[in-house]
Structures are given as structure tokens and as C-alpha cells.
């Protein structure tokens, strides 16, 4: 059972990280879906995105759910039934999920290049100026976007901008966290982040700060 990483975070909040390495028939094996999901699961074009899917539904196992203990909401939002708070994310080889008492959300993320082409479509690059190494600033710059994606999730609502709405604070390469918020509607909403590499992968997860 390739269960890569698992974090407490603290009393009540834990992440699993899972990397994927066995077949879609070896992981489906001892898992029941929802006929919804199972629906999803049948539709979905990637052999790596199904096996992504079941590898959640084992790092739920860990905690003692099954598929049948989530739900979504209108906006696409997971939940448990148990009102504790969940966030999955799933990139390539690996998947993870965080499970707390607070608002979460987590996201992981491979470390590409690419990411110097999109920058501007959701940070200010100029605030990035003047990182000289490439490598740097393509690391923190997937360390920003999985920030910022870790609060759009556990902030769910439509019409916040990563541009617009989310920011992240100023932060080193090497401290493994920062702060950041959501502004939106007249509303602010604070988060801490806390992130790591691995891998060629980047991984951040926030937990909405205290009022």
C-alpha cells in the first residue's frame, strides 16, 4: 500500500499523500462507490485520473470513511458527513487529502516550467522580478498557485479571482509557510499555509485562521 507521506498537523487536522503505483483493478479492489461515482469513474478518459480518483477513496480509508461518507455541494465543494472538513487534490502520481475540524484546503501540484508563461493570469509577476534564478522562481511560483488553490477550495465561492481576490504573502523558499487571505464582496477571510517539495512535486495546504 503506497501511502507516501501522512502529516499531523495538529489535534484535529491530518494530510495523506498517496503515490500511485498500482493498477486501476488493484485499487478498486475492497472499494464500493456510489453509483454516482461510480458513474464519474466510468466517464473519466484517463486511466491516471480514475486511479487518482480510487487512491482518494483509500486515503479516506485510513480515516474511516468510505466514498458513501462524502458529498458535493452546488459548487463543487467536498464535504463529510460528519461536518468534519475535507479537501482533495490529485496531480499525475499522486493524490492527497486533508481531514480537519476547520475550514481546509490542499493542493498539490508537478513542477513545470510552464507555470513562467501563466504567472501573470493569477499573481502580480512584477513581485517576482527579481528572483535571477529561473529554477527559484518557477518553485515559488508553484508554491504561490498551490496556495492560492489550496484557499479557492476551502473558500468555494464563484467569482473569486486568484488574481483579484487571493494573496499570499511575501515568504522564503525555505520556511515552509506564510499566511495568506481571500478578499471578496467586502469580506476577508485569513489563512496559514504550510507547503513542502518532493519529488518534482509541490504540495501546500491552508487552514483558515481564527477570526
Known sequence: MPLYKT???NSSTKVFIWKI???LEALSDGIELTENCANRVNNMKSELHRRGFMSIRHLMALEGYTDFDLYYDENGKPHLKDDKH???THSFNFAAIIIS??????????????ILRIAHKF???EEYRTIANEDAMM?????VWCAKESLYKSYAEKGVSF???IYVDEFNLDENKTTANVNYEGKEQKYTVDFFEFEGFTCAYALQ???
Open 139 to 143: 518553485r515559488k511560483l508553484t508554491i
Open 209 to 211: 485562521a481564527e477570526a
Open 123 to 125: 499573481t502580480p509577476i
Open 163 to 165: 488574481l483579484e481576490n
Open 21 to 23: 503505483e498500482e493498477s
Open 86 to 88: 475535507i479537501s482533495i
Open 101 to 114: 475540524d476547520k475550514e481546509v484546503g490542499i493542493d498539490i501540484e508537478k513542477q513545470r516550467n510552464k
Open 7 to 9: 502529516i499531523t498537523v
